[in-house]
C-alpha cells in the first residue's frame, strides 16, 4: 500500500487545516492512523481509526481539536484539526497497519511520505 498525504501548509493559530491520506490500494481491512514529527523532537501519536470506522483513539494533545474519518470506499483517511496552535507545527505523516487499530508507531507497517503543516501566532 502506497500513501499519500496532502492537505498540509500553513495557518494561523486558531484555524483550522484538514489533511487527506490517499492509498493506492483497498485499505478497507486496514486501521488507519496519523503521526507528526516536530523538528528535533520524537515522532508522536496523533490519531487512529479502526478499519470499520468505528473506533479512534487520538493523543492527549490533540484529543477534543482533531479528528480522524475515513471512507473506505474511495481508499481515503482524513485529518480534520480545528483550534490550531504552534504547538501543533509538524510533518505529519499517515499511516496503515494490517491490524483493525493501533496507536504504536512500530505497529503500522505503511507510511507516507508526509504533509508540513506550519501554524503561526
Known amino acids: 500500500v502506497q500513501l499519500q498525504a496532502s492537505g498540509g501548509g500553513l495557518v494561523q493559530a486558531g484555524g483550522s487545516l484538514t489533511l487527506s491520506c490517499a492509498a493506492s490500494s483497498r485499505i478497507s481491512s486496514m486501521g488507519m492512523g496519523w503521526f507528526r514529527q516536530a523538528p528535533g523532537k520524537d515522532r508522536e501519536f496523533v490519531a487512529a481509526i479502526s478499519w470499520s470506522g468505528t473506533t479512534t483513539f487520538y493523543g492527549s494533545s490533540v484529543e477534543g481539536r482533531f479528528t480522524i474519518s475515513r471512507d473506505n470506499a474511495k481508499n481515503m483517511a482524513y485529518l480534520q484539526m480545528n483550534s490550531l496552535g504552534p504547538e501543533d507545527t509538524a510533518v505529519y505523516y499517515c499511516?496503515?497497519?494490517?491490524?483493525?487499530?493501533?496507536?504504536?508507531?512500530?505497529?503500522?507497517?505503511?507510511w507516507g511520505q508526509g504533509t508540513q503543516v506550519t501554524v503561526s501566532s
Open positions: 499511516t496503515a497497519t494490517s491490524l483493525s487499530v493501533a496507536t504504536l508507531h512500530f505497529e503500522y507497517e505503511y
